[in-house]
């Protein structure tokens, strides 16, 4: 997923030492942040960091209250300078759209404007309100299951990811 998500990113030539050899290759730009969305997107970050180890990381934590389903911030941790970076925001479940609205608005207030998303798994109607009101938005997942149950879960889906991952 993080391939594709980056696939347009700007890149730098650099020579590269082999066991027998320099050679010549690339690099993603330096400015890039990638933000997970707390907690779930934590499972996603290790292996992202694997694949771009230069770039900075900033933290959104968000809490649904399974009345309503609306997202609501309880952490931020994100650098000053959001405004120069491409940002590649962390969430393996898109649903209702609400956590990922919550963050993109997060980041946009705080000058972000290079943003696409990740997502592992998402339904037709996250994805629709999200591009209502992030038209240019790229959103990279691997699969848009059938539908939401009354719970705003995906279904089949995998449940709250965050649960799966750490437990409740």
């Known amino acids: ?13 650099v020579q590269v ?3 027998l050899a320099k050679v010549r290759g690339v690099r993603l730009g330096d400015d890039i942040l990638l933000v997970p969305v707390l907690r779930a997107g934590l499972g ?3 292996p992202a960091l694997q694949l771009i180890p230069h770039a900075r990381v900033g933290f959104i934590g968000l809490e649904r209250d399974h009345q309503t389903l609306r997202a609501s911030l309880y952490h931020k941790s994100l650098p000053a300078d959001v405004g120069s970076s491409e940002i590649v925001l962390i969430d393996p479940m898109l649903a209702t759209g609400g956590s990922a609205l919550a963050a993109l608005d997060l980041l946009r207030e705080r000058g972000g404007r290079r943003m696409r998303l990740v997502s592992l798994v998402a339904a037709a109607e996250g994805i629709t309100r999200v591009q209502r009101r992030y038209p240019g938005l790229l959103i990279f997942t691997a699969a848009i299951d059938a539908e939401l149950n009354r719970h705003g879960y995906i279904v ?12 409740v």
């Open 1 to 13: 997923m993080l391939y594709e998500a980056t696939r347009s990113f700007a890149c730098r030539a």
């Open 17 to 19: 030492r082999t066991p």
């Open 44 to 46: 996603m970050l290790e």
């Open 156 to 167: 089949p889906g995998l449940g709250d990811a965050g649960d799966r991952l750490f437990g």
